[in-house]
């Protein structure tokens, strides 16, 4: 593994007509909610669907009461586990017995850039209406960009972290600055280059962390342990409870 702090195009699963490299207005982004409906499980999870005009966006939502930091976990696949052996889920589950509520947000036309931007930013959106503060993006390929390009619609965002991300979609990362970027990417990615991890963190302002695992693919499930460790420290750093955040 090789880590880089401070100082130092391929585009993945979605394609030109995505609009990813296409300037993206706020009135592109119009959402209205026409309700919100919860189902409680069993293991204190609740199964969220956000009814927009747009159309419903489903999410797993993992409360943690009295605190306003929050983790978004963009995307994820059909079942929102995510890469590296569902390391969002396994995070999720951690993440609130450490005073951090987290949400897995899934996507109505996850081959269409400009719309998981906008199933992102319902997420946020209803997040605030429940109490948070200080949102971290996680997304992974394609929704690595997507957690990007979404940080620049809302101030609530704190920190972002794209996990063997694309570059398209992520040419503006540098707008992120002031807030916190983590990039991380597998050296024997064999669906998008690690160079764009590379050119991506050169694209970003301080504060920048570039992190690359020699001999991880693109899935990251070779270096499963390690990458949840990291994030685990991670998001704690930036929206754990606001005692252990430094300047929170």
Not at 23 to 44: M, T
Not at 120 to 138: D, M, N, P, Q, T
Request: aromatic share 6%.
């Amino acid at each position: 593994m090789t880590s880089s702090k401070g100082p130092a195009d391929s585009n993945g699963h979605l394609n030109d007509s995505s609009g990813a490299d296409e300037e993206i207005r706020e009135d592109d982004l119009v959402i209205n909610f026409k309700g919100v409906s919860a189902e409680p499980r069993e293991d204190g999870a609740i199964d969220v669907v956000m009814e927009t005009n747009r159309g419903d966006t489903p999410a797993i939502l993992h409360p943690c009461e009295g605190q306003d930091g929050v983790v978004l976990f963009i995307g994820g696949g059909s079942d929102l586990k995510g890469p590296a052996g569902g390391v969002y889920e396994r995070l999720s589950k951690e993440l609130t017995e450490k005073g951090v509520t987290s949400m897995r947000v899934g996507q109505r036309q996850p081959d269409i850039f400009v719309e998981c931007v906008g199933d992102a930013l319902a997420a946020i959106s209803f997040l605030k209406g429940i109490g948070a503060a200080r949102i971290a993006l996680i997304g992974h390929s394609s929704n690595g960009a997507v957690a990007i390009k979404s940080a620049n619609f809302s101030t609530l965002v704190t920190s972002v972290a794209s996990l063997a991300g694309q570059t398209f979609g992520a040419q503006d990362v540098s707008e992120i600055a002031p807030r916190n970027l983590l990039v991380i990417h597998g050296k024997s990615d064999q669906v998008l280059p690690y160079a764009d991890a590379q050119r991506i963190y050169d694209w970003a302002q301080e504060p920048k962390e570039l992190i690359i695992y020699d001999k991880a693919g693109h899935s990251l499930n070779e270096v499963k342990e390690e990458l949840y460790e990291k994030l685990v420290e991670w998001v704690i750093g930036q929206v754990g409870p606001r005692e252990q955040v430094k300047g929170a």
